[in-house]
């Protein structure tokens, strides 16, 4: 019913099962392991775009006015979001849906949350997977929107071909706040609101951020990230926005790049699944548990080393599971 279900796009069947990978029971948790992987021949067709920005940027009137010239071009739009807050808070992305009116109410897009379940690393396990369903789906455009901080957006650029920073103008020191390690993985930015009086600002930020990129290392060593200016309310410059993702995915995917990227990606997201699961079976191994907080005060007291202490409970997880 879910494979077929989602490859004829059927949208309540694709709620369906984004709901089945986000539950945290172990009997949906392995349904959708083998939903995703039948899945899996049905992706990889999608020009996957990430976008982060500053509190105030108006990442959610960018993202609609995106998603609607797509729409127009006859484009299928999924947007998903990698929020660690939204166990507390209910993320802002279910505000951006009832603000991104047009857009929610579009035939060919798909707004959807991704709730965190507590952790970060859940939160990207949950969006990529729900990426590679709506993929297979047959939406063409995945945009994977970055709406807490800190290192979601390290997370999100680790899932997505081109990662797109949007920034704002006349906020004072332009550079002030803003993380070296942002702009590196930056494929392009983008100075929003430039219309009306503001867009003189903006210019002016755009030449402080391209002196900033030039000394930085570039994300891609073919690729040199443009700064670009963009009305989402006016539409301008949208267009042109649009267009170098499109130019940065055709060239990386001539020359091989893309399909390198998105294998490294994979082989990055194996492994911190099976971090992920390490510890989760540390926590739920009852004969670890019993060794587990005489161990960790042993190393808060300085009395034995992290390095012995990890060796100590690898070695039992080993040893015990081989009995």
């Known amino acids: 019913m879910y494979i077929e279900g989602v490859r004829e796009q059927n949208r309540r069947i694709l709620s369906k099962t984004i709901t089945l990978i986000e539950s945290s029971r172990p009997d949906h ?6 939903i995703v992987d039948q899945l899996l021949p049905h992706t990889g067709k999608a020009v996957r775009l990430g976008i982060t920005g500053v509190p105030g940027v108006g990442k959610s009137t960018f993202i609609e006015s995106l998603g609607m010239l797509l729409v127009e071009k006859g484009h299928r739009v999924a947007v998903l979001a990698v929020d660690p807050s939204s166990s507390r808070s209910g993320g802002s992305v279910m505000a951006d849906k009832t603000r991104m009116e047009r857009l929610a109410v579009e035939e060919n897009a798909f707004i959807r949350p991704s709730p965190s379940g507590g952790t970060l690393g859940g939160v990207a396990r949950k969006t990529r997977e729900t990426m590679l369903v709506c993929e297979a789906a047959d939406f063409d455009v995945i945009i994977v929107e970055t709406v807490g901080v800190g290192q979601s957006e390290t997370t999100v650029a680790s899932m997505v071909d081109f990662f797109l920073v949007l920034m704002l103008s006349g906020a004072g020191d332009e550079l002030q706040g803003i993380k070296r390690g942002v702009l590196e993985l930056a494929d392009a930015i983008a100075i929003t609101k430039a ?3 503001n867009i003189e600002k903006a210019k002016k930020a755009a030449k402080i951020y391209e002196t900033a990129l030039h000394m930085l290392q570039p994300a891609s060593p073919s690729w040199d990230p443009p700064v670009l200016t963009c009305s989402a309310l006016e539409m301008n410059g949208i ?3 649009w267009q170098t993702v499109i130019n940065y995915h055709k060239q990386s995917a001539a020359s091989g790049e893309l399909k390198q990227k998105r294998q490294k990606q994979a082989l990055a997201w194996l492994w ?3 971090d992920d699961g390490l510890r989760k079976r540390f926590d739920t191994n009852p004969e670890i548990k019993k060794r587990l907080d005489r ?7 300085g009395e034995t080393s992290p390095t012995l202490a990890a060796d100590k409970l690898l070695f039992f997880l080993d040893n015990y599971r081989a009995v």
């Open 29 to 34: 948790q392995e349904l959708a392991r083998k």
């Open 195 to 197: 219309d009306g009086d």
């Open 239 to 241: 267009v042109e926005i």
């Open 272 to 274: 911190s699944l099976i």
């Open 295 to 301: 161990i960790t005060r042993a190393v808060e007291k």
